[in-house]
Nanobody, 115 residues
Framework: QVQLVESGGGLEQPGGSLRLSCAAS????????MAWYRQAPGKQRELVASIPSGGIANYADSVKGRFTISRDNAKSTVYLQMSSLKPEDTAVYYCNAHFVLEDYWGKGTLVTVSA
C-alpha cells in the first residue's frame, strides 16, 4: 500500500508561482512512475506531468516551459513547480503513483489562479 498526501495548493495571481508537494508512504516509491494530474470544474482529469524513476520527465503541451516536475527518492516526495500561472491552470491537482499492476492516488489539492 502507498499513501499519497499533496500539499502546496492555494490562491495565486496570474503570472505567479506555486510549488506542490506529494509525500508518499511505503518503501517502493523509487520504483514508481510519479505523475501529477489535474481536474478542472466540468472537465475530465488530465495528465499534467510525469517522471519515471531515473527517467525523463514528460509534460502536457499546455504546461511545457512553465511547470517542472521533480522527485526526491530519499524523501519519497514528488514536486510540481508551477510558474507563469494562468487562470486556466485552476484545478484540483492530484498526485499519482503508478506501478506495473497498481495505481495510487492522493486526495488532491486545489489550485486557484485568479486576480
Amino acid at each position: 500500500q502507498v499513501q499519497l498526501v499533496e500539499s502546496g495548493g492555494g490562491l495565486e495571481q496570474p503570472g505567479g508561482s506555486l510549488r506542490l508537494s506529494c509525500a508518499a508512504s511505503g518503501s517502493s516509491f523509487s520504483h514508481a512512475r510519479m505523475a501529477w494530474y489535474r481536474q478542472a470544474p466540468g472537465k475530465q482529469r488530465e495528465l499534467v506531468a510525469s517522471i519515471p524513476s531515473g527517467g525523463i520527465a514528460n509534460y502536457a503541451d499546455s504546461v511545457k516551459g512553465r511547470f517542472t516536475i521533480s522527485r526526491d527518492n530519499a524523501k519519497s516526495t514528488v514536486y510540481l513547480q508551477m510558474s507563469s500561472l494562468k487562470p486556466e491552470d485552476t484545478a484540483v491537482y492530484y498526485c499519482n503513483a503508478h506501478f506495473v499492476l497498481e495505481d495510487y492516488w492522493g486526495k488532491g489539492t486545489l489550485v486557484t489562479v485568479s486576480a
